[in-house]
């Protein structure tokens, strides 16, 4: 296997206080071996014992781990910047639950590309999806997410989620889903399975149980929202007589791996019941904020060991999949909650966005920071770019500082998946064209048509000035 010696002014590793590695080195450099993580140290000592290896990278560049987003929707892939006008409720049935009858695998494959350059173009590594439609029985949609990202070289976290109440099915098309979209991914070189469950909601009691039996009984994790708005935590304690955290822990999902998107409106027990369960979370400030849903209490759930990583969430519901938005989001959103400048470092969110959300996915023995033997996942930071011209505090210049045009090179898996500011392995004007009518379809197959300018027709729910 080649080595490729990587140098940068700065190197943020995000390991944790108690590894080996220093959380952040000066004139450092990463060697890669392969697809992991050969060592970390300073580009002079790595330079002097590894000759032969190849360098990349610059003297004043920075490098940090691979972005975890730990929650988002390629289901949503065809339909950015439409409808957020409305809260959660109004948005899921004005928008999403007319796209979710009629969501197919060429349009899953066409919007996750979309999603997908975008991601790589903002430092994402890992994206941990929850594909949301209605299934279509022989037809399953979510194939197409896996060979999207197989094409370009994302490492995906893939699920399904829909629900039965009031569609006229039982579980039975959904758990077919889930085989299909299993026996992709587990064929797949970046792709692992979790069951979805998209929120409590959406289904039968029935329902609910038999996603929960899937997991434990294939040794799955779940991906699942929990209290994203009040409402849902109002209608959950009159349907079961408890939170939806009570009701998952009653009911036996945190007998597998749980990471909970969302988490807004989440009560003193509902996080120590987190916490003793070994839930993690996922963050989405951006998507928080366009749906109005509120601030999560994400100090609280840190400071009871709960691991949190950051979302950008859904392409319908945030819009943008700019992952060094959401980080710096979530930044701000502490902060403009306590009114406290100290409220979340930029180190902090940086962590939450790196390491934190490897946790929440509990993929931190492989991803999430860099550590010799971890997966060769990094992002390089152009330090040439005007932006980044002086770097007085390394985090703060990721977080606060840097945007998408600053990401120069994402390695995945030890391979280049974004060079120069390009992704390597697909065509982007093609994926576009690919796109496009295959969204005018969408919205007409699903009476989008009053909501997007697409197909040419009046908008009458457009904002408001
Ligand atoms: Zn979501």
Not at 20 to 39: E, H, N, Y
Not at 249 to 274: N, Q
Request: with cysteine.
């Amino acid at each position: 296997m080649s080595q490729t010696l990587i140098r940068a002014g700065w190197v943020l590793t995000a390991a944790p206080d108690d590894s080996a590695t220093p959380a952040a080195i000066r004139d450092g450099a990463v060697l890669l071996d392969g697809d992991r993580i050969a060592a970390v140290g300073t580009f002079a000592d790595l330079a002097a014992a590894h000759p032969a290896a190849t360098v990349r990278g610059g003297a004043n560049d920075i490098v940090t781990p691979g972005f975890v987003n730990t929650h988002g929707h390629f289901s949503e892939g065809l339909i950015t910047g439409i409808g957020s006008q409305y809260t959660l409720w109004e948005w899921l049935q004005e928008l999403i639950s007319r796209v979710n009858p009629v969501m197919t695998r060429d349009k899953a494959y066409a919007g996750t590309m979309l999603q997908g350059i975008q991601m790589l173009r903002s430092g994402v590594t890992t994206a941990n999806d929850m594909f949301c439609s209605d299934p279509i029985p022989g037809e399953p949609a979510t194939p197409g997410v896996v060979q999207a990202l197989e094409e370009l070289g994302l490492r995906g976290v893939v699920s399904f989620g829909s629900g039965d109440v009031d569609r006229g099915f039982g579980p039975a098309p959904i758990l077919e889903e889930f085989d299909a979209l299993r026996e992709t991914a587990d064929a797949s070189r970046y792709s692992t399975f979790r069951v979805g469950m998209s929120s409590i909601g959406r289904y039968t009691d029935a329902a609910w149980d038999e996603h929960i039996g899937y997991a434990v009984d294939g040794g799955h994790g779940i991906h699942v929202h929990v209290h994203e708005v009040r409402e849902e935590v109002t209608a959950a304690r009159q349907r079961t007589g408890r939170t939806v955290v009570g009701h998952a822990e009653a009911t036996g999902m945190f007998r597998v791996p749980v990471i909970a998107a969302h988490s807004v409106w989440v009560d003193r027990d509902d996080r120590e019941r987190y916490a003793a369960n070994g839930v993690g979370v996922a963050h989405n400030p951006v998507a928080n904020g366009i749906l109005a849903s509120g601030i999560a209490p994400v100090a609280e759930l840190r400071a009871l060991g709960i691991p949190v990583g950051i979302g950008v969430d859904g392409p319908a519901s945030n819009d943008s999949q700019d992952f060094l938005q959401a980080m710096k989001s979530a930044a701000l959103l502490a902060r403009i909650r306590d009114l406290q400048a100290t409220a979340m470092s930029a180190r902090e969110a940086f962590e939450m966005g790196t390491i934190g959300g490897a946790q929440a996915l509990r993929m931190e023995h492989e991803i999430g920071s860099l550590e010799p033997g971890k997966r060769a996942d990094l992002v390089v930071f152009d330090g040439e770019s005007p932006t980044l011209a002086n770097v007085h505090d390394p985090y703060q210049a990721v977080v606060f500082v840097a945007g998408s045009h600053e990401v120069k090179d994402v390695w995945v898996d030890g391979e280049l998946s974004l060079a120069d500011g390009e992704v390597t392995r697909v065509d982007v004007r093609e994926a576009v064209a690919r796109a496009r009518p295959l969204a005018r379809q969408l919205v007409a197959e699903a009476g989008l048509e009053r909501l997007s300018a697409l197909t040419g027709a009046p908008l009458d729910d457009t904002e408001r000035p």
